[in-house]
């Protein structure tokens, strides 16, 4: 009996089609376009069909299809590198798992330098002697990599792979734990292989009122590589970090890990005391400046910080009508300051020619020193109100378009805002005669509610408190080696 031929594998009948069929190109080009179509759909026995496209490739070559020839070859090169990619992660990820560990933490840059990977970095480091271990840090960018040679040129990795050295990839390998601040998708391409093998803390970077991780899903006839390797992101965590302890369930319902810890953010720590030193690391200091000038002038100073609208860029922005409030602000005497997300932060060079009074924040910067010199808070759904509230200070929601939004990009979870921490306008008009009415004292008790309510710690000491999270998650790592 002849032996079964998977449905991914061209059987010879197939293979004799692509090699033998001499009636002219089209048929040729048609085949090789189906097995195309079956590398991209599948990952296994790709090598197989990759053969059969290089038997198709041949015969093109002697039809004298040059110019789809090439193209055909290059899309197989690319296919090629993919799945060498898929299979060196993969290897990677078996020989982290079983490097023998040393006492080390890598910590996963962002977009940006900040968030409460740039804190936890740093407090990190502080404690690095004293408990005996060495911290690395993995950049983002160029620009991320230059920064943090700046305080620690001996324990950073190099952004660019190709930059590697056997002694990278050894840190790498050994290190005992993993600490991010977001999902796992640094432009390394085998960061996550090498990593695979640590103790990995997730710090996250906000309470969210939006459904995110495995909550944040998509019809299935929008599944792709690059969304299937977000969800894939989402644990399995040694440890998650929140900022109460009755969230847990919450963090469940989004992140796969074994732990929970409500021990506060780090980047939050920066609100209980005056930015100095390693704090201003990648802030906007015009920005800072500017609203520090004002403040100690005796204005206001606005900051608008709102979450992004997804495939509308920065153009809603204008359609809230920012130009209006940007004009009464300044009519008042007081400073607007504009802090956009970084998914729309590309837009900030076009806001700033259109509203040259308004002091865009520059994108990729650390914004939590910078909350500490503003006066107020107006944003819409963004994590940052949160934050804000260990200032207790004004807060203004504003959402011009919140039925298209929550239509059109996420499901919220306002039960967690039954207390609002301030007036709510949905409505150029309403935020500006908000923005008239506000004194420090108004909502002064919900914000303090919600407060409590979010946060099991108002002290400034959360990086120390992770700190000694790590310090548990590397000895966890050596009692299973000595084991």
């Known amino acids: 009996m002849a032996a079964p031929v998977h449905p991914l594998t061209p059987g010879p009948a197939a293979q004799q089609v692509i090699v033998e069929d001499a009636a002219g190109p089209e048929p040729l080009l048609a085949q090789i376009r189906a097995r195309l179509d079956h590398l991209e759909s599948f990952g296994e026995r790709v090598g197989v069909a990759i053969d059969s496209l290089v038997n198709g490739i041949l015969e093109l070559k002697q039809l004298d299809r040059v110019q789809e020839v090439a193209a055909l070859q290059a899309k197989v090169r690319e296919l090629e590198q993919v799945l060498s990619l898929e299979r060196s992660n993969r290897d990677l990820a078996q020989v982290s798992r079983m490097h023998p560990k040393a006492r080390a933490i890598v910590f996963v840059g962002t977009t940006y330098l900040g968030c409460n990977v740039k804190y936890a970095w740093l407090a ?12 690395w840090f993995l950049p983002f960018s160029a620009e991320q990599e230059q920064q943090v040679r700046g305080v620690d040129r001996e324990h950073c990795f190099p952004h660019a792979y190709t930059e590697w050295s056997a002694e990278h990839l050894h840190a790498a390998l050994s290190a ?15 960061a996550a292989g090498m990593l695979a093998g640590a103790r990995h803390v997730q710090l996250w970077h906000g309470v969210s009122i939006k459904e995110i991780g495995l909550r944040n899903l998509a019809p299935l006839r929008q599944m792709g590589p690059h969304f299937a390797r977000v969800l894939a992101t989402c644990g399995h965590y040694a440890s998650m970090v929140g900022t ?17 810890a409500a021990l506060g953010y780090a980047r939050n720590d920066v609100l209980y005391r ?43 922005l204008l359609e809230a009508g920012l130009d209006r409030i940007a004009g009464a602000v300044a009519a008042a005497g007081d400073c607007l300051v504009v802090n956009l997300h970084p998914v729309e932060a590309p837009q900030v060079p076009e806001l700033s020619r259109l509203l040259p009074g308004v002091a865009f924040v520059q994108p990729r910067t650390d914004l939590y020193p910078l909350l500490t010199q503003t006066s107020a808070l107006v944003t819409d759904y963004s994590s940052v109100m949160f934050d804000y509230l260990h200032l207790d200070r ?11 939004y929550t239509r059109r990009s996420r499901k919220l979870f306002d039960e967690k805002l039954a207390t609002l921490p301030g007036p709510m306008a949905n409505s150029a008009d309403a935020l500006l005669q908000a923005l008239k009415k506000l004194t420090p004292e108004a909502h002064a008790p919900q914000r303090r509610q919600l407060r ?32």
């Not at 990190?124 to 911290?135: D, E, N, T």
């Not at 005992?176 to 085998?190: G, K, Q």
């Not at 004004?394 to 298209?404: N, T």
């Not at 099991?456 to 999270?469: C, I, K, M, P, T």
Request: charged fraction near 25%.
């Open 244 to 260: 109460a302890a009755r969230h847990e369930a919450e963090w469940r319902r989004w992140f796969a890990f074994e732990r929970y």
């Open 274 to 316: 005056t930015p100095e030193g390693p704090d201003l690391l990648n802030v906007d200091m015009s920005a800072y400046g500017r609203a520090a000038q004002a403040r100690a002038g005796g204005k206001r100073v606005i900051l608008y910080a709102p979450t992004f609208r997804d495939g509308k860029g920065a153009r809603w």
């Open 124 to 135: 990190a480091r502080a404690a690095a002697g004293r408990l005996g271990y060495r911290c």
């Open 176 to 190: 005992a734990v993993l600490v991010t601040s977001d999902h796992l998708l640094n432009p390394n391409p085998f």
């Open 394 to 404: 004004p807060i203004v929601l504003y959402r011009p378009d919140h039925e298209e």
């Open 452 to 483: 409590e309510q979010l946060f099991d710690h108002h002290d400034g000491q959360s990086a120390q408190r992770l700190v000694e999270l790590l310090a548990d998650e590397l000895s966890l790592v050596q009692t299973a080696v000595a084991n």
